[in-house]
């Protein structure tokens, strides 16, 4: 058991290290993501010291649980897809525009609506979704208007990292841990509104108050002549937002009529496929915006993921978890298991941890509710503390470089510490009083 834990403990460590140093894998002109080649190896290499074995690996994989892998990632991979086509549309970068029109010459005003614009989007779509999209826009503009970006990514950021919490599609770390435990859409709401508006309100005002002398100066440039609108298709844009409406509408009543959110998202997808399709045939244009939503699509967690699941349930069927939460105990549940997740994240990402907490919180004796909440906001609070907490952060770390932004990681653990640290306290606080 504890050979098996070491080499564990080595696969995590040398995963994060590859994400640091060495983030792409080339082999000729293929360049491959590295964390997930190395959890894969991992995994691999645990199999053939005879830690764990095929047969029971594939039946755990395809067991008709919640707690299946292949569901929860067809449900992220779905909703990620329906979010893509509609950045692949200009419709993001439509918003971003508009918002910079509004706010005139005033950074309050900028900072703002930027913060508003990214945590409503983040809240229906994905924070990595939003990221990807609002990062570069930021950087152009603030280069344009001379100011300083900071404030704005910053917001942007912790935004999108906090607002995700809301609803169960706004990180694959909520999809895994709520459908693992029979989460539905309704319930998780209900649960995780209170502490994300809470949460999400105590951030912006720390982010306020340590941006206010930034936020204070005028923008000298005059922007908004500038703004144009990047719509590229307006009915496939349409197409996408019906398809996207439609499917958080189906996933919210999906356990009224008892379809699993996977299928509705599924569903959705295809749907997309068909009518943007059809629309192409008529028009005689090519569908090339739905084809880059598919070669944009975040593939390579479906190793990483199955990989990663792989080595928790050899760390499970060793005993390893059942001794992590015996040692976690049944009382002050939410505080233990919310605090601890959040650390973890940062040692290890948020995505392997969910996978091995909920592993964990599976060994129970009674499942508790408040564990999974409280590790679910670990997970994506974990991600403001330092770019190790999610894939997000070291996605965002890499668009800064390119755009010559210097935001290390000690800058980053700066703003971590007095952001991320509130928001945690504050969200399991409110968590402990509701559940």
Known sequence: MFLLLAICIIIFLTMIFGILFFPKIKIGK???????????????????????????????????????????????????????????????????????????????????????????????????????????????????AKINPLPYLAAEFVGANTWSMALIIGNPTNIYLATAFGIDFINYLKIMILPTLVSGTISFIILFLLFRKDLKKEIEKDLESNVQSPIKDKVNLIIGIIHLGACTLMLALSSLIKIEMWLVSMIAVISLIFFVLIFSLIRKRKPKDLVNSFSRAPWQLIPFIISMFAIIVMMSNSGITNKIANLFGEKGIILKYGLSSFFVANVINNIPMSVLYCSIIDNIAVVNTGAVFATIIGSNLGALFTPIGALAGIMWSSILNKHGIKFGYFNFLKIGVIVAIPSILSCLGILALII
Do not use: H, R
Request: one cysteine or more.
């Open 30 to 144: 293929i360049s491959l993501d590295s964390y997930w080649v190395i959890t894969l190896l991992g995994a691999l290499f645990l199999i053939l010291i005879k830690k764990g074995d095929f047969v029971s690996i594939f039946n755990s994989l395809i067991a008709d649980t919640a707690i299946n892998p292949i569901k929860i990632l067809v449900l992220f991979i779905s909703m990620t897809i329906l979010s893509i086509f509609l950045d692949e549309e200009g419709f993001f970068k439509y918003l971003a525009n508009f918002t910079l029109s509004k706010a005139g010459k005033s950074q309050t005003k900028l900072f703002l609506y930027l913060y508003l614009t990214v945590s409503v989007l983040t809240v229906f779509t994905s924070n990595d979704i939003i990221i990807l999209s609002f990062t570069p826009f930021i950087c152009y503009f603030c280069k344009s």
